[in-house]
């Protein structure tokens, strides 16, 4: 048996989570998944600001938090931190890991070779690209192109493993190959079968607590959810395997926590397609076992499509986004007012707006006329709400520590719109105002004329 | 007094994710005996019309009678993807939310 436990499930994740759940269970394999689709689109855009960005920082912020973890016998780290700039990352990791005075044993291991751009052109040419989303082709963005990526799959993370790494730092990569690397690894696996099981293990970890009661709709009934639990897979040599979590921690694994993060990002089921294998999800089989015990066996799988996603970004333009809260009375009619008056000021101005819209926050801007159906149903909930926790704190860090803590409310009650990859919230550094008064004789104004520079003789002295 | 119109989180309940520009839904009977009911109300048509307003491509529907699910997946729904939608919520995180509000009393 193998165990194999998720350390993020997200970029903006709470950096601590990997510590805690090392502390609470034996674990074999930890793997942090910090790209979702919309990730590499903002790497993109940090590292156009810094060449030597473009990766998941908060993969480092880790790696300090759990050294005492990093032996050559201790567990096995795989993780996608690399994004777009998967050398970089990993030269950081073994310098951190140099600086925490880690033995050279721990090796670091790095896979690339995701990075279209290079031969682009060519690979345009010679497969035709259309878009997965609406299938236009690939004419109509090839000249802003700004990254392409390749989602490779587990076989490239086997054979870091086979080579004696202990972390292993990789691009994209499909999220489930993370762990299909290592049960590969481990079982030395040809059957497809097996192979599907680790597919399915690889996607209930993928997301971190998702599938252990985090964003979850049960959420009023989780125990804990303010400190959810992160998953751990207990995986067979038969590819079945037992969702667990973390000993001691909050949230909860059962048949419906672990059904809702099976249902998360799939389409046709018949054929949940990856790098490593093609997956029948209908053949996933799942029985609870045990408290916050499920086990997952039957499924079935056959090999992989020909072809590799690719995930591309592109410049795109730019978004602006203005708000103004109103209050009673007549907050519609003011908020109404002020769009009615931002629209006039973009026309006065001549800015050429692509696209545009108007919210009034509270008033069905989210579900929009959807919500006819919960009036006329007899709902009295409103609309829409807005959270806002707002604090002073006197240090930076700490500042930063409480910012940091916008992303991981994902994990929280579901149904969080707005939500982005690595938000954090706001931090401004506050520079109060203090009055008082003093005797006006005790300042003494003073008033200087300041010489003139002389004019200039030709245009050469200028 | 007329009858209060029932609406399709009586009997399950939804979770949404995304990619691309497209969205899926899977949305699990509340109790398995109203599994049958979900396959009724869940027709592409009804969904398509339910989502009028954002939806411009596709809605394919597939069954997932192991998990007592059905599975939406619409195209063409989150303003051209996450990265560029001006919309509240770009993820669609609240979607699922969204086709619950579905009205089930015609389709029984």
């Given at each position: 048996m193998v165990r194999v436990a998720a350390g993020a499930g997200s970029w903006g994740d709470d950096i601590s989570e990997a510590r805690e759940l090392l502390q609470r269970s034996e674990v074999d394999y930890l793997v942090l998944d910090y790209l979702a689709e919309v990730t590499l689109s903002i790497m993109q855009g940090q590292r156009e600001k810094d060449p030597a960005k473009g990766y998941a920082t908060d993969f480092l912020l880790v790696l300090r938090d759990i050294a005492p973890f990093l032996k050559a016998d201790g567990v096995r780290i795989v993780t996608n931190a690399g994004g777009l700039n998967p050398e970089e990352c990993a030269r950081q990791v073994t310098s951190l890991l140099s600086a925490l005075g880690i033995s050279p044993e721990v090796r670091v291991a790095v896979i690339d070779g995701d990075d279209l751009m290079p031969q682009l052109d060519t690979l345009a040419e010679r497969n035709a690209f259309s878009s997965l989303d609406d299938q236009r082709p690939f004419s109509t963005v090839a000249k802003s192109i700004l990254s392409a990526n390749a989602y490779l799959g587990a076989e490239p993370i086997r054979r870091a493993l086979a080579l004696g790494a202990r972390i292993v730092v990789t691009g994209r990569c499909a999220?489930?190959?993370?762990?299909?690397?290592?049960?590969?690894?481990?079982?030395?696996?040809?059957?497809?079968?097996?192979?599907?099981?680790?597919?399915?293990?690889?996607?209930?970890?993928?997301?971190?607590?998702?599938?252990?009661?985090?964003?979850?709709?049960?959420?009023?009934?989780?125990?804990?959810?303010?400190?959810?639990?992160?998953?751990?897979?207990?995986?067979?040599?038969?590819?079945?395997?037992?969702?667990?979590?973390?000993?001691?921690?909050?949230?909860?694994?059962?048949?419906?926590?672990?059904?809702?993060?099976?249902?998360?990002?799939?389409?046709?089921?018949?054929?949940?397609?990856?790098?490593?294998?093609?997956?029948?999800?209908?053949?996933?089989?799942?029985?609870?076992?045990?408290?916050?015990?499920?086990?997952?066996?039957?499924?079935?799988?056959?090999?992989?499509?020909?072809?590799?996603?690719?995930?591309?970004?592109?410049?795109?333009?730019?978004?602006?986004?203005?708000?103004?809260?109103?209050?009673?009375p007549h907050a519609v009619a003011k908020a109404q007012a002020a769009l009615d008056r931002i629209s006039r000021t973009v026309q006065r101005l001549g800015i050429a707006v692509q696209d545009s819209r108007r919210d009034i926050f509270g008033t069905g801007a989210i579900h929009g006329p959807r919500l006819d159906h919960a009036q006329r149903a007899g709902s009295a909930d409103p609309p829409e709400v807005f959270a806002r926790y707002a604090a002073r704190i006197g240090t930076l860090a700490q500042a930063r520590t409480l910012s940091a803590q916008q992303a991981p409310m994902l994990y929280g009650p579901q149904g969080l719109a707005g939500h982005i990859a690595g938000g954090r919230g706001q931090v401004s550094k506050i520079n109060s105002h203090w009055a008082t008064t003093v005797d006006a004789t005790h300042v003494s104004p003073r008033i200087r004329i300041l010489p003139r520079a002389e004019p200039c003789q030709s245009n050469a002295d200028c | 007094m007329s009858k209060q119109r029932r609406l399709l989180i009586e009997i399950a309940w939804a979770h949404a994710g995304d990619k691309g520009d497209m969205a899926n839904i899977g949305v699990v009977a509340r109790d398995p005996i109203h599994y049958e009911v979900l396959l009724k109300v869940l027709t592409p048509e009804r969904i398509k019309s339910h989502f009028a307003d954002i939806c411009r491509g596709r809605v394919d529907v597939y069954e997932l009678p192991n998990l007592h699910a059905v599975n939406v997946v619409l195209s063409q729904v989150l303003d051209g993807g996450p990265m560029r939608s001006l919309r509240l919520d770009p993820q669609g995180k609240t979607l699922g939310d969204s086709l619950l509000l579905l009205p089930i009393d015609d389709a029984n």
């Open positions: 999220d489930v190959s993370l762990t299909v690397g290592p049960l590969l690894h481990e079982f030395g696996w040809s059957d497809w079968d097996c192979i599907a099981g680790g597919v399915v293990a690889g996607h209930l970890l993928e997301c971190g607590p998702q599938s252990t009661g985090g964003n979850s709709h049960m959420w009023s009934d989780i125990p804990g959810l303010d400190h959810v639990g992160y998953p751990i897979a207990e995986v067979a040599s038969d590819g079945s395997f037992t969702l667990t979590k973390a000993e001691g921690s909050g949230g909860r694994v059962n048949g419906e926590t672990v059904t809702e993060q099976l249902l998360h990002e799939i389409f046709d089921p018949a054929a949940v397609l990856t790098p490593d294998a093609t997956v029948d999800w209908r053949t996933i089989r799942l029985e609870e076992c045990g408290p916050d015990r499920v086990r997952v066996s039957g499924v079935k799988g056959r090999p992989p499509p020909p072809t590799l996603k690719v995930s591309m970004t592109y410049g795109d333009g730019y978004r602006v986004i203005l708000q103004w809260p109103y209050a009673w | -």
